[in-house]
Nanobody
Framework: QVQLVESGGGLAQAGGSLRLSCAAS????????MAWFRQAPGKEREFVAA????????YYTDSVKGRFTISRENAKNTVYLEMNSLKPEDTAVYYC???????????WGQGTQVTVSS
């Protein structure tokens, strides 16, 4: 079992930055793929970014490419999402997820609210 706890959300102005953290307990994240998803009010949850466990390859949805950076620090069992040049449309609850290679996203955090004002 893996428990994930997100932190770092809050209020930012358009053009500003926030850094989200996802701390894991229960098992080491070293062999899990990690991802961030988000869900805006009235919308479905969407994929934001992912980082693989084996090569550390990263993937992003088009709308955040060049602005967001996902990274992982296995020694601290933590995954980060650095968000720059924030836009009001980035406003959402952001969720951290973990999954074994070849599997679905099996573990989810409780989410952290990000609000970007114009």
């Amino acid at each position: 079992q893996v428990q994930l706890v997100e932190s770092g959300g809050g209020l930012a102005q358009a053009g500003g930055s926030l850094r989200l953290s996802c701390a894991a307990s229960g098992r080491t994240l070293r062999m899990y793929n990690m991802a961030w998803f988000r869900q805006a009010p009235g919308k479905e949850r969407e994929f934001v970014a992912a980082v693989t466990w084996r090569m550390g390859s990263t993937y992003y949805t088009d709308s955040v490419k060049g602005r967001f950076t996902i990274s992982r620090e296995n020694a601290k069992n933590t995954v980060y999402l650095e968000m720059n040049s924030l836009k009001p449309e980035d406003t959402a609850v952001y969720y951290c997820a973990a999954g074994e290679a070849g599997s679905s996203w099996d573990y989810w955090g409780q989410g952290t609210q990000v609000t970007v004002s114009s």
